[in-house]
């Protein structure tokens, strides 16, 4: 199997939170998030290490956190939800520094209205 | 830090046509080059990749790309494209042997025409 994240679609109230998900690739260190709003390229937001988040620098603001239990499953939570929040949300995967690539899940389309 | 520029928001073919698509990049440091492609509602799928070698990578699908390091350019290019072309195109780059932080460029909607 590849990268699966859940939900596929999600709508949320201005101000409510939200709690996205992201299962790796079966053998992939790394997972990686990415922000994909309508009309862009993704942009970077966090990425992972086994359990250690190693780079943040992309992330929005202090609404959005992230983390990495077990080294397994990645969840990106984002509070406070804002409109500008509505996008796509990509999860990546990969294995010795994307050196073999990225894998992408199909991604989660959030809507803040 | 990285960036990169596809010049192209859109670009229009007829069926059974040649088809590039350019992608410029900007760095102080060497990169990897990807083509990632999109197909609507959902996700990216991998092209094609530079990593080192030979400057000319095939990828799936009959795509290839040229790697020129003088022109930091790396075009997309098939010799004739299908229908089932049709999608958006993505370019990236990251650091060379270290980086996970992928750099995507705004991204060139292909569209094949009958």
């Known amino acids: 199997a590849g990268v699966t994240q859940s939900p596929t679609h999600l709508i949320k109230t201005r101000g409510q939170q939200v709690t996205l998900r992201c299962s790796p690739k079966s053998g992939h260190d790394t997972v990686s998030w990415y922000q994909q709003a309508l009309g862009q390229g993704p942009e970077f937001l966090t990425y992972f290490q086994n359990e250690a988040q190693l780079d943040k620098s992309g992330l929005p603001s202090d609404r959005f956190s992230a983390e990495r239990t077990g080294g397994s499953v990645s969840t990106l939570t984002i509070q406070r939800t804002q409109q500008e929040d509505s996008a796509v949300y990509l999860c990546?995967?990969?294995?010795?520094?994307?050196?073999?690539?990225?894998?992408f899940g199909s991604g989660t389309r959030l809507t803040v209205v | 830090a990285q960036s990169v520029t596809q010049l192209d928001s859109q670009v229009p073919v007829f069926e059974e046509a040649p088809v590039e698509l350019r992608c410029n990049y900007s760095?102080?440091?060497?990169?990897?080059l990807f083509w990632y492609v999109q197909y609507p509602n959902q996700g990216l799928q991998l092209l094609l990749k530079y990593l080192s070698g030979s400057t000319l990578v095939k990828g799936i699908n009959g795509f290839e790309a040229e790697f020129n390091k003088s022109q930091t350019s790396f075009h997309l290019r098939k010799p004739s494209v299908h229908i089932s072309d049709t999608a958006e195109y993505f370019c990236?780059?990251?650091?060379?042997?270290?980086?996970?932080?992928?750099?995507f460029g705004t991204g060139t909607q292909l569209k094949v025409e009958l």
């Open positions: 990236a780059v990251s650091v060379a042997g270290g980086g996970n932080k992928l750099t």
């Open positions: 990546a995967s990969s294995l010795d520094a994307g050196h073999y690539g990225y894998t």
């Open positions: 760095s102080s440091v060497s990169v990897y």
